[in-house]
């Protein structure tokens, strides 16, 4: 069974589009992550929800909006996508505040 | 606010020869400590992890780092490396009670046979 599960894996679109990432995790953890990888491979985190609740919202554009309709989800909505959107984007999960993470499996973005 | 350097992005190592990357932090509060590693074309996978106690901490595939206070480091060694541990290594941390994890840049490793 996969532990934190993200579709789709590859997602390639044009410029101006918006897109969906999901992210589920099936390890009863209350916290949920956005990170960006960008292509130098830097890891930052966007966003965190516990308890379908917003905790962590990094500087990021407000074309991103986070969406966590319960515990064990997390989805990602990109509008008016740019090509500096372009990037692999992992989902992560955790019991809140214990500090270790789940990562999934990741869903690499290109934009065109 | 936390910040993480790895001082090396790049390590070519024999196999066989043991190894250590580096990783120094930066923080004002008590912190967690990882090391996560990334297979090409992979997610994060945990190597080992920081929260308390012994300074020493053991984790997968052979893998130990030991914890610095003084120094505020987390150093990565296994005494004998295989092809296999090609990889993205990144070390990470996040404030004790705090969420969300602050990573360096990634030391990639090279196992030249």
């Known amino acids: 069974d996969t532990a934190v599960s993200q579709t789709p894996k590859y997602l390639v679109t044009q410029m101006g589009n918006d897109k969906s990432i999901k992210c589920e995790q099936n390890?009863?953890?209350?916290?949920m992550y956005w990170y960006k990888q960008d292509s130098k491979k830097f890891l930052k985190i966007m966003f965190s929800?516990?308890?379908?609740?917003?905790?962590i919202n990094e500087t990021v554009p407000n074309r991103f909006s986070p969406k966590s309709p319960d515990k064990a989800h997390l989805n990602l909505h990109i509008n008016s996508l740019e090509l500096g959107d372009s990037a692999v984007y992992f989902c992560?999960?955790?019991?809140?505040?214990?500090?270790?993470?789940?990562f999934g499996p990741g869903t690499r973005l290109t934009v065109l | 606010a936390q910040s993480v350097t790895q001082l090396d992005s790049q390590v070519p190592v024999f196999e066989e020869a043991p190894v250590e990357l580096r990783c120094n932090y930066s923080s004002s509060v008590s912190v967690y400590l990882f090391w996560y590693v990334q297979y090409p074309n992979q997610g994060l996978q945990l190597l080992l992890k920081?929260?308390?106690?012994?300074?020493l901490v053991k984790g997968i595939n052979g893998f130990e780092a030991e914890f610095n206070k003084s120094q505020t480091s987390f150093h990565l060694r296994k005494p004998s490396v295989h092809i296999s541990d090609t990889a993205e290594y990144f070390c990470?941390?996040?404030?004790?009670?705090?969420?969300?994890?602050?990573f360096g840049k990634g030391t990639h490793l090279i196992i030249q046979p």
């Open positions: 920081y929260l308390s106690g012994s300074t």
């Open positions: 992560a999960s955790s019991q809140y505040r214990s500090g270790e993470q789940f």
């Open positions: 990470a941390v996040t404030p004790r009670g705090a969420d969300g994890l602050t």
């Open positions: 929800y516990n308890n379908k609740e917003l905790i």
């Open positions: 390890l009863g953890h209350d916290t």
